[in-house]
Nanobody
């Protein structure tokens, strides 16, 4: 069974930076695309960023392009989300997700991801 555990969330002021981490266990991590989604109170879960199986391709939501980066370390079964220039509208629970199709590309489609972490809260407020 695949398990995803996120960490790194917190409370910070606008303009700050934060790095989220997600550690995977239970299968060959390096074969599958990974992604980050987020869900703000009263809103649908939305795509943030994705990375393909070997880290060679990434894809970002327009709202975070130029501010967030996604990376992975397959030796550590980990994927990261570096968030810079944070805004109050970035406040949400951030979820790590894993695809189920080997060697897939970075997708923004929620249905492409079948494994999800429990989420980590990010709050941006002055």
């Amino acid at each position: 069974q695949v398990q995803l555990v996120e960490s790194g969330g917190g409370l910070l002021q606008p303009g700050g930076s934060l790095r989220l981490s997600c550690v995977a266990s239970g299968r060959a991590f390096s074969l599958y695309a990974m992604a980050w989604f987020r869900q703000a109170p009263g809103k649908e879960r939305e795509f943030v960023a994705a990375i393909n199986w070997n880290g060679g391709r990434t894809y970002f939501a327009d709202s975070v392009k130029g501010r967030f980066t996604i990376s992975r370390d397959n030796a550590k079964n980990s994927v990261y989300l570096q968030m810079n220039s944070l805004k109050p509208e970035d406040t949400a629970i951030y979820y790590c997700a894993a695809a189920d199709r080997a060697f897939g590309g970075p997708s923004a489609l929620k249905d492409e991801y079948v494994y999800w972490g429990q989420g980590t809260q990010v709050t941006v407020s002055s």
